[in-house]
């Protein structure tokens, strides 16, 4: 069954979420220090998916049109406006900006990176879900503690996650007849730099560091494959 790992990761962030909620009466000291801790350990995981790039020419020529793209058609603006209407049907008028808040970072940390990528890769190709399996339990660990900062939008973030990784998954069951492998591991490797790069701006957001607007840059996850297709051309 391709679907599997995305199920089960999926289910492991609704429990994580969940049993955050249990916690969010606790001191808000210790919200804001755990949240900075969290910050700088995205910042680190970023970093190191950023570095695996062979060609940076594609990562910055990936960013650069995405985040023209994403100014166009206002992404972030969207997401917001989806995170405020989800706010309208579960929370109070005065929780909503915490509901798309915890909405847009958690979808962004639990769907950008190598792991989710990879994992439904394997999931599809192989019928191996381990990779999203061991995902799914990082992310419920990550669902806990964001519940208890940004409230019940993290919860959310379970849609976005399974129609991501559920359609890669469904894609790679046909894929290896249509890309070679070495070419897929290639372009997997320059994918996985690109949203390093957005994963390092959430972690700078967290902190309070910079206010990047990281939904617009999300479609360079996408142009990165059209630049990488017309770099093997020439």
């Not at 969940?18 to 808000?28: A, Q």
């Not at 985040?67 to 909503?96: H, P």
């Not at 806990?144 to 399974?162: A, C, K, Q």
Request: net charge neutral.
């Amino acid at each position: 069954m391709a679907l599997l790992g995305t199920i089960v990761n999926g289910l492991l962030i609704i429990i994580g979420s969940i049993i955050g909620l249990f916690f969010t009466k606790i001191p808000e000291r210790f919200k804001e220090t755990v949240m900075h801790g969290i910050g700088l350990a995205v910042i680190l995981i970023g970093l190191q998916m950023a570095f695996s790039t062979n060609q940076i020419i594609i990562v910055l020529l990936s960013l650069l049109t995405g985040a023209i793209i994403g100014e166009l058609i206002r992404l972030e603006e969207g997401l917001n406006q989806v995170g405020k209407w989800l706010g309208s049907k579960f929370t109070t008028k005065n929780d909503k900006f915490s509901v798309s808040q915890g909405f847009i970072t958690a979808t962004l940390i639990f769907c950008i990176g190598a792991m989710g990528i990879i994992g439904a890769l394997d999931s599809g190709i192989r019928g191996d879900h381990e990779v999203l399996i061991t995902k799914g339990i990082l992310d419920g660990f990550t669902g806990l503690v964001l519940t208890t900062t940004l409230g019940f939008g993290v919860i959310f973030s379970v849609v976005p996650v399974i129609l991501y990784q559920g359609s890669i998954a469904l894609f790679a069951t046909q894929i290896d007849r249509l890309v070679p492998a070495n070419i897929l591991n290639e372009l997997i490797v320059e994918v996985t730099a690109v949203g390093g790069l957005l994963i390092v701006a959430i972690g700078l957001n967290m902190l309070k560091i910079t206010n990047i607007r990281i939904g617009n840059l999300l479609p360079s996850i996408i142009t990165v494959v059209v630049i990488y297709y017309i770099y093997q051309l020439f």
